[in-house]
C-alpha cells in the first residue's frame, strides 16, 4: 500500500511464513526505479514495483515460487476483475499482520465481500496493523482484485477496505510493469464530480461521503488522509441524480484556520458548486443535481 512507504536500495522482500529471515535465496531486492504509490486515503491508497531476480540463485520470485509449489504460475496471483455484486462473494486477506499470537506470521482469513465504489472495496475478514499491502483475493475465483490499506472492522461492525485493482492510475502502473499496452481510458458517460482538498495540519481527521439521495446508497468515501498541507484530487463518474456530499472533521473544528489553512472546492459538470470551503465544525454538507430528469422546454407557438 502507498502509506507503507516507498521502498530503499537496501531493502530485502522475505518470502517466509515466520517472523525471521527468510534464507538469502527467498529474499528480494526492489527495483527502486520502477516503484510508483499513492498515499491518498481509501480508495487511492497503492504502490508497485518490480523485484529483482535473487541474489544467488538469479530467480525471479515468481519462478522460485512455482518451483516450490509445484506448478507452472502457482508462484503469482492471477489479477482478476470486481465482481458486479458484493452479494455471495467472499474476500480472503494473507499477510504478515501484530496479533497476540504469533504476531508477524503469516496469516489468512477469509470474509464476505460486503461492498465497492469506483476506486475502493469493503469487505469483513479479519485484518491488522501490518496487514497494509496484502493481495485483496476474491476467494470465489483465487484472483486478486485489489490491494489492502485500511482497517475499520470491530466487535460492533463496520469493514475493512482497499484499493481496486482497476483504479485508473494503479491499473495503468501494473499494466507498465507487466508490459502490457495501456489502452485509453473508458470517457465518462455520465457527469463528472470533482472534489479538490487542500490538508490541514491534522489530515488523519478528515473523512468524507457522496450520497445519491435518489437511491439513498452511498457513491464514494475518502480519507482519512495522512499528508499534511497537500492537495489530494478525487473525481467520480456520476449518473443523473441528487447527491450530498459530506465532509467531516473528527476533532470538531474543520480544516480551517487553526491549525493550517485547509480548503476543499467542489465542482460537478465542470461548475464550481462550493469554493474555498474549510470552516466548519465537525461535518459540513453541499447537496447538488436532482432526482428529477430535465424536461425538454416547450417550443414556441409559430408566429404569421
Do not use: M
Not at 54 to 69: I, M
Amino acid at each position: 500500500a502507498g502509506h507503507c512507504g516507498t521502498p530503499s536500495l537496501s531493502l530485502r522482500i522475505h518470502f517466509t511464513t515466520g517472523t525471521g529471515s527468510a534464507p538469502v535465496e527467498d529474499q528480494y531486492a526492489v527495483d527502486i526505479f520502477s516503484y510508483e504509490g499513492v498515499n491518498g486515503g481509501v480508495g487511492n491508497d497503492w504502490g508497485a514495483g518490480r523485484l529483482l531476480p535473487n541474489s544467488r540463485t538469479g530467480k525471479l520470485p515468481g519462478v522460485a515460487q512455482s518451483e516450490k509449489c509445484g506448478s507452472p504460475g502457482c508462484g503469482w496471483y492471477t489479477l482478476g476483475t470486481v465482481p458486479a455484486s458484493a452479494s455471495g462473494n467472499n474476500i480472503r486477506i494473507t499477510g504478515y499482520g501484530t496479533a497476540a499470537v504469533d504476531s508477524r506470521s503469516q496469516k489468512t482469513h477469509v470474509g464476505p465481500f460486503v461492498g465497492f465504489t469506483s476506486t475502493s472495496l469493503r469487505y469483513v475478514p479479519d485484518t491488522t496493523g501490518g496487514n497494509s499491502g496484502s493481495p485483496v483475493i476474491h476467494e470465489e475465483t483465487g484472483h486478486a482484485i485489489g490491494v489492502h490499506s485500511h482497517g475499520g472492522c470491530s466487535s460492533t461492525g463496520g469493514y475493512n477496505q482497499g484499493t481496486r485493482i482497476d483504479h485508473a492510475a494503479f491499473a495503468s502502473h501494473v499494466n507498465y510493469l507487466l508490459n502490457i499496452p495501456t489502452s485509453a481510458p473508458t470517457p465518462c458517460a455520465y457527469d463528472i464530480f470533482r472534489f479538490l482538498l487542500t490538508t490541514d495540519n491534522y489530515p488523519l481527521e478528515t473523512t468524507w461521503t457522496l450520497v445519491n439521495q435518489c437511491t439513498g446508497i452511498e457513491t464514494a468515501r475518502g480519507g482519512p488522509y495522512s499528508s499534511s498541507g497537500t492537495l489530494f484530487v478525487e473525481e467520480e463518474c456520476l449518473p443523473a441524480g441528487e447527491y450530498t456530499f459530506t465532509i467531516n472533521d473528527s476533532y470538531g473544528d474543520g480544516i480551517c484556520c487553526g491549525y493550517g489553512e485547509g480548503s476543499y472546492t467542489l465542482e460537478y459538470k465542470g461548475v464550481t458548486i462550493k469554493e474555498e470551503g474549510g470552516s466548519f465544525s465537525s461535518f459540513e454538507s453541499t447537496t447538488f443535481g436532482s432526482c428529477s430528469p430535465p424536461s425538454d422546454s416547450p417550443s414556441a407557438s409559430p408566429s404569421d
